[in-house]
């Protein structure tokens, strides 16, 4: 079974330029997760999709990050413009979405770095 | 808010003997989802073990064992027989067992070590 697929691997941008993840999760799976692990930290939940739409964005700054996941399936994760805190792994993350002991599975991410 | 620490930044073990990392939590649910991470330089997060805050008996997997303590609000990992391939970030992780929200909250995890 194919895993979550991120891309791209690696990224390095100037402050104050754009730049978007993409990520194709497992077939099938129905809730989709973006992770942003800083250096040092644990991973910290972004934004959680069911099918298309949003259950959880609280802790997305919305001012700069932005996220969307076109007919429940592949998802980009958007930050416009870059701050140097934004320097960060971006994991995304599938489940099947259907009960709370699930599994998770994760993509290898894309390690991003603002210079 | 949950919240999970683990208070072990790194942690080593000679090849073929055992290791506890450490992991406390706090919350006030009664129903909720207890998970250990590997990440290995991959980068790619691996679950290890998972425990049902409902159960009583500590999950087992092949060399992985935990330890929960429910009312202490502790929930340990103990890898036996230690591999060279274990060496990795573990991460405590937990989950609410209510509401639509699936998210994990992780701890700031354990560098772990295995020396040959």
């Known amino acids: 079974e194919a895993g979550v697929a991120q891309s791209p691997r690696y990224k390095i941008i100037e402050k104050r330029q754009s730049v978007a993840f993409w990520c194709n999760p497992i077939s099938g799976h129905a809730t989709l997760y973006w992770y942003q692990q800083i250096l040092g930290q644990g991973p910290k939940l972004l934004i959680q999709?069911?099918?298309?739409?949003?259950?959880?964005d609280s802790q997305l700054p919305k001012d700069r990050f932005s996220a969307e996941r076109l007919k429940g399936v592949d998802s980009t994760l958007k930050i416009q413009p870059a701050k140097l805190e934004d320097s960060a792994v971006y994991l995304c993350?599938?489940?099947?979405?259907?009960?709370?002991?699930?599994?998770?599975?994760f993509g290898s991410g894309t390690q991003l770095s603002v210079l | 808010a949950q919240t999970v620490t683990q208070s072990q930044p790194e942690m080593s073990v000679q090849e073929a003997e055992t290791v506890t990392l450490s992991c406390t939590y706090d919350t006030s649910e009664s129903d909720y989802y207890l998970f250990w991470y590997k990440q290995p330089p991959s980068r790619q997060m691996i679950l290890v073990i998972r425990?049902?805050?409902?159960?009583?008996q500590n999950a087992t997997e092949n060399r992985f064992s935990v330890n929960f303590q429910k009312a202490a609000k502790s929930f340990s990992l103990k890898i036996s027989d230690s591999q060279l391939g274990d060496a990795a970030m573990y991460f405590c992780a937990y989950r609410s067992g209510s509401g639509s929200a699936r998210q994990l909250t992780f701890g700031s995890g354990t560098q772990l070590t295995v020396l040959p």
């Open positions: 425990q049902e805050a409902y159960k009583q």
């Open positions: 999709f069911q099918n298309n739409g949003v259950v959880d």
């Open positions: 993350a599938s489940s099947l979405g259907g009960t709370t002991n699930e599994k998770l599975f």
